[in-house]
């Protein structure tokens, strides 16, 4: 069995491939090999680097939480132009400080506390493995991952006009209504939750990204190759920065919340012993 890249094995793959193994459905081969590719992450760092530096002297905090990303992200980020803070970049799989999960609190505070402390312009955290990064503004608010994805292609779409997007069917709805991503003519398709279903469906569809709840975000040529890359995610928000160079992370944040409404659309329901009151957001 095989997936073509970028795609992932999903449930219908794993439970064929289940039963491959359990009912030894298959023909043992010779002639299988192992190549050892040299230089590798100089490689990897090398292809994201490859491109024009920022023209606005960006300050970033960049938290790995002691997991993979902090052996790529801190030269990456400095190479494209910015001035990095590393926090919590050294290898260290006993994770001694919390957990490099970007959805986990701990991570975030600590972020959080470091941009304050240093002024920075944006803070960015990846997880254990690299593949998602979260955001924290500049005045250490931490940005939901979906509405990270709605500013993402907002700026996508200015540059891309018709531009297909899609999101987990968790996000905010904003995706669909934001007037911004209407006068650009984008288009979003709402899918099931999961990375396997997001991936795929944003291949399908040949989209320029897709954006899953959880943080990974799946971006296609120009902008990356299928795959989710924390780093590809920290070079987009880095590249929205450069082309806003007025605007901060922070007010950029502001004015989507006041261009769709997010802070002002609270509705109280309330019950019928009229004391009881329930508040959705949107």
């Not at 902090?70 to 132009?81: D, E, H, M, R, Y």
Request: hydrophobic share 40%; charged share 25%; glycine share 10%.
């Amino acid at each position: 069995m095989g997936a073509n890249r970028p795609l992932t094995f999903g449930p219908d793959e794993m439970t064929a491939l289940k039963d491959i193994v359990l009912n030894a459905r298959f023909a043992l081969r010779a002639g299988g090999a192992f190549e050892f590719v040299e230089n590798f992450p100089a490689r990897y760092i090398a292809d994201l680097t490859n491109r024009p530096k920022l023209k606005r002297r960006l300050k970033v905090v960049c938290a790995c939480g002691n997991g993979t990303a902090g052996a790529f992200s801190p030269q990456v980020l400095q190479a494209i132009g910015c001035e990095v803070v590393p926090l919590d970049c050294e290898l260290d799989y006993t994770f001694p400080r919390y957990n490099p999960n970007t959805e986990d609190l701990k991570m975030l505070h600590a972020l959080a506390q470091e941009v304050r402390r240093t002024g920075a312009d944006v803070g960015l955290a990846f997880d254990g493995d690299g593949d998602r990064c979260g955001v924290v503004d500049n005045t250490g608010e931490e940005i939901f991952a979906d509405k990270v994805g709605v500013m993402l292609a907002r700026d996508f779409s200015a540059q891309h006009r018709g531009a297909v997007f899609v999101a987990d069917v968790k996000s905010t709805g904003l995706f669909m209504t934001d007037p911004v991503l209407q006068q650009n003519g984008a288009r979003t398709d709402y899918w099931k939750t999961g990375h396997s279903y997001m991936k795929r469906r944003t291949h399908e569809l040949g989209a320029l990204a897709g954006f899953e709840k959880s943080g990974h975000f799946f971006f296609n040529k120009p902008v990356g190759r299928g795959y989710d890359d924390g780093l590809i995610s920290a070079l987009a928000i880095c590249d929205m920065l450069d082309r806003n160079p007025g605007k901060s992370m922070g007010r950029s944040q502001e004015r989507a919340a006041q261009d769709l409404g997010l802070a002002d659309h609270v509705a109280a329901l309330r019950g019928r012993d009229q004391n009881t009151a329930w508040w959705i957001r949107w």
